[in-house]
């Protein structure tokens, strides 16, 4: 199983960015899904997560301005990104929560995933 995020890009505040990030693999199904940030000199924080029954979360700093979603048919999060702002500033990485097959053909547990970075820049 992998995760692989994509859109990150520079942007001027303001501006909008849609960050997706597709799981691949022999999956059985997505339990949860998040996305985090990371600030150079900074700690990796939570921005947003999803669960399978579509109950969303969001840090303060991003309520309002952010959207994550999923499709589960097409094993892929987005994180819609609106009203940017210098402080956006950061690596952001996916993250979920993952049962695929087993050797045996059954599920396994549910097992954490991270995807590759991908760099967000908000300056004009």
């Known amino acids: 199983v992998q995760l692989q995020a994509s859109g990150g890009g520079l942007v001027q505040p303001g501006g909008s960015l849609r960050l997706s990030c597709v799981a691949s693999g022999s999956i059985f199904r997505i339990n949860a899904a998040a996305w985090y940030r990371q600030a150079p000199g900074k700690q990796r924080e939570l921005v947003a997560s999803?669960?399978?029954?579509?109950?969303?979360n969001y840090s303060d700093s991003v309520k309002g301005r952010f959207t994550i979603s999923s499709d589960n048919a097409k094993n892929t999060v987005s994180l819609q990104m609106n009203s940017l702002r210098p402080e956006d500033t950061a690596v952001y990485y996916c993250n979920a929560e993952i049962r695929s097959y087993g050797s045996n053909g059954f599920p396994t547990d549910g097992k954490n995933y991270w995807g590759k970075g991908t760099l967000v820049t908000v300056s004009s």
């Open positions: 999803i669960n399978r029954g579509g109950i969303t």
